[in-house]
RNA sequence: GCGGGAGUAGCUCAGCUGGUAGAGCGACAGCCUUCCAAGCUGUAGGUCGCGAGUUCGAACCUCGUCUCCCGCUCCA
């Protein structure tokens, strides 16, 4: 039996997060009636509750806690120039091509540049020039077909495996596109925002010229983004419709390393502070950086599957502002008082997938413990959240349904529910009804039993530890709200 | 995309070499019960992922397809 659940576990190392998730109300796979769609997960009941308590901390810990930094809420849809001036209308659609022997995948194009360039070195400059000419055509033609028998023609092989058994050379566009107006021409076709970062950019200056802003100060915003990902895996790690939580730091050229250092060790405190292990948190820093950074590094988070980004910090340097410059011809500068001088802001970035934090969060705090002794030895399983952001904050349980008890437990309820998330259950046992709370992370269990008939005082049960204690009835906002306050984590960061 | 594994009730799963489906838990209703998935009674819920094919007959065999999981690959 033992053996069986590890060799299980091991399989499937989220088998036990997904089932849960799932079976509690938190994620739903998206269209499950239609046999799902793929890479595409909808939030429950319970799931959007945390999902929106984990939003709105990270937004309070940035526009609130912060007095230089204000949020914005751009649009999905863009000016196509914004994906060309940002780099990814080019950088994020190649044709791809893989070797069925070596299952190793190649950018099409690179393979027969490459073998233009060995024409080229062996003193066949013409013919170099001619096939890159030829590929230059069909790409322009977007006939895939021809390159892959072009790559054929050539005999051009998998170096790995030497062969070339090609499958059908792919166009991978990581943006959808979509159109925007009724006439379906090429002018109108827009791409879902592959970032939310660019709506920061492109309203740089609105936002700065609009709040006074001085440098250094940011700009926060949460949001969907879409991306075509080749391979969508480990549940809602890798989704095409994702969430982001930006924040874009706008800082004069050459401080931007102190403001690296500094969000880098911010960013992490959240995380610990919203309640993840910290032996589960980790720094990788990218040794390959991306075009437009000039310091990068994740902060990973030890999943069921391994360490993971859930978070980004990158260094930007000043490649989106100059970039939307060029293209726009429109002066993307700020004039600093102190140093009298007229720059384009360098940009610390700090991208955290508003889904990854909830997975991790999730995985964090899915445990199973053993309890009790002997013949009532079992097992207990439960969500241990933090109960800032824990869905539901408290349950009002009458021990039983009668005797008045559910009335008295009605009463509080309807006093508790204007400031809390909370659940009232009469049927059932009360066993039955704390397991069910500890199942989805309600930190509190409020009972009703028949002393509060004759002093007004109720247990109130809490879920890490099932310890109970008994206080007066109205005492209760007082401490699930101190429980719950966001303050316990913000004095944190 | 390639390779491997899987898909049966809300969940976990059983169902032998083909004979049109079961269990436990859960849910719901009631009884009982003054504290951790208790007990009793009853009820609902599945065209066995979907579509073809073979067969007198398919959850089971064959093909296709969708989805999930694992590995590889890709990933501003």
């Known amino acids: 039996m033992a053996s069986k659940n590890k060799k299980t576990q091991e399989d499937n ?23 799902g769609l793929q890479a595409v997960y909808d939030y429950g009941q319970y799931g959007v509750e945390l999902k929106n308590n984990i939003k709105k901390l990270w937004w309070q810990s940035m526009v609130q806690l912060n007095d230089n930094i204000v949020g914005v809420d751009s649009a999905i849809f863009m000016h196509p120039t914004v994906w060309k001036a940002s780099g990814h209308v080019d950088g994020f659609s190649d044709p791809l091509v893989d070797n069925k022997d070596s299952q190793k995948r190649y950018r099409a194009d690179v393979l027969v540049e490459d073998k233009a360039a060995e024409y080229v070195k062996a003193g066949e400059p013409e013919k170099g020039k001619a096939l890159e000419q030829k590929l230059g055509a069909l790409l322009e033609a977007e006939d895939l077909e021809a390159v892959r028998q072009l790559i054929i023609d050539e005999e051009i092989v998998c170096p790995v495996s030497g062969t070339d058994n090609w499958t059908d050379v792919r166009q991978f566009n990581l943006m959808f596109s979509t159109e925007v107006g009724s006439v379906a021409d090429e002018s109108s076709t827009i791409y879902l925002r592959p970032e939310t970062a660019q709506g920061i950019f492109v309203n740089f200056l609105n936002v700065q010229k609009t709040g006074r802003m001085k440098i250094p100060f940011g700009i926060a915003q949460i949001g969907k983004a879409f991306r075509n990902e080749i391979v969508a895996r480990q549940f809602t790690f890798r989704m095409r419709e994702f969430e982001q939580m930006e924040m874009q730091f706008f800082v004069r050229p050459g401080t931007e390393m102190e403001w690296y250092e500094q969000w880098k060790e911010t960013r992490m405190k959240w995380h610990k502070a919203l309640g993840l292990d910290a032996e589960k948190l980790q720094y990788h820093d990218h040794e390959k950086l991306a075009h437009y950074a000039n310091a990068a590094v994740d902060i990973e988070y030890e999943f069921p599957f391994g360490f993971k980004e859930i978070e980004g910090i990158h260094s930007r340097s000043d490649f989106d502002l100059t970039q ?19 720059y384009v802001p360098y940009v610390v970035e700090t991208s955290v997938g508003a ?24 097992e207990r399983t439960f969500l241990k959240l933090h109960p800032a952001i824990a869905p539901v904050k408290a349950a009002i349980l009458p021990l039983n349904k009668k005797d008045g008890l559910p009335e008295i437990a009605q009463e509080i309820f ?43 005082t109720v247990t109130i049960r809490h879920r890490d530890t099932m310890e109970q204690e008994r206080v007066h009835k109205d005492e209760l906002a007082g401490i699930i709200g101190n429980a719950v306050s966001f303050k316990n984590i913000f004095k944190q960061l």
């Open 13 to 35: 190392p989220l088998k036990n997060v997904i089932a849960h998730a799932k079976e509690y109300g938190f994620i739903f796979q998206s269209s499950e009636v239609y046999d």
């Open 324 to 342: 939307h410059q060029e293209f726009s011809k429109k002066k993307q500068q700020y004039f600093d008082d102190e140093v009298k001088q007229n």
């Open 355 to 378: 889904d990854r934090s909830f997975l991790a969060t999730f995985c964090n705090a899915l445990t199973t413990e053993t309890v009790g002794e002997g013949e009532k030895q079992k």
């Open 414 to 456: 309807e006093d508790l529910k204007y400031d809390f998330n909370c659940i009232y259950e009469e049927k059932q046992t009360i066993g039955k009804r704390y397991t069910r709370q500890d199942l989805i992370g309600t930190p509190f269990c409020i009972a009703i039993d028949y002393q509060t008939l004759e002093d007004q």
